[in-house]
């Protein structure tokens, strides 16, 4: 039996062409069935969708909220992806910019990654700072951030029902053709 087969009823109610979405509520017991029946790769593909949807600032905001619901493992996840995918130079632009951050005192030395440890004690502020600079110099960040969260699904709740609901439409979307 496909994934399909067993969420396929779901599925649809957040396809093209339905009137209207399921009850807020009803958004979060969705979003884990899915989560659960769903392969990761179209759970990374939902998810970079409703992250990558806002642009730069919105991804940010919504990068900021994820990472402070998250454990140190997972944030050091976040901020070591968003300065791989970004670059060395654009690391080097952002810290330039931003000498004397709690990044830039982790960073000195050339250190190019961070521990679970250190990731944990890096503000918000410059967790959305960095994120929204990497997205306006490579946005696949997007892509990279939904594969990391795709396999903790249940952080992206902290994101709202319409980000989750913007995530199932997408999923719905690419499974339902």
């Known amino acids: 039996m496909s994934f399909f087969d067993e969420i396929g009823g779901l599925i649809q109610q957040y396809g093209a062409g339905q009137a209207t979405a399921p009850a807020p509520e009803r958004v979060s017991d969705h979003f884990d069935q899915v989560a659960q029946a769903v392969p990761s790769s179209s759970m990374a593909t939902g998810l970079a969708a409703a992250l990558g949807s806002g642009g730069s600032a919105e991804f940010a905001q919504m990068a900021t909220q994820l990472f402070s619901n ?24 952002f810290l330039g910019a931003n000498a004397g ?5 982790l960073l000195s030395g050339g250190q190019t990654q961070l521990s679970p440890e250190q990731a944990s004690t890096v503000p ?40 989750m609901t913007m995530a199932l439409r997408h999923i719905a979307a690419r499974h339902s053709s």
């Open 70 to 93: 998250s454990g140190g493992t997972q944030q050091a996840g976040m901020l070591n992806t968003l300065m791989e995918t970004a670059g060395p130079e654009v690391i080097q632009q």
């Open 101 to 105: 951050s709690a990044l830039s005192g």
């Open 124 to 163: 918000l502020e410059e967790v959305q700072a960095l994120a929204e600079h990497v997205h306006s110099n490579s946005p696949s960040i997007v892509d990279r951030v939904g594969e990391i969260y795709a396999e903790h699904p249940t952080v992206i709740k902290v994101l709202g029902a319409a980000a």
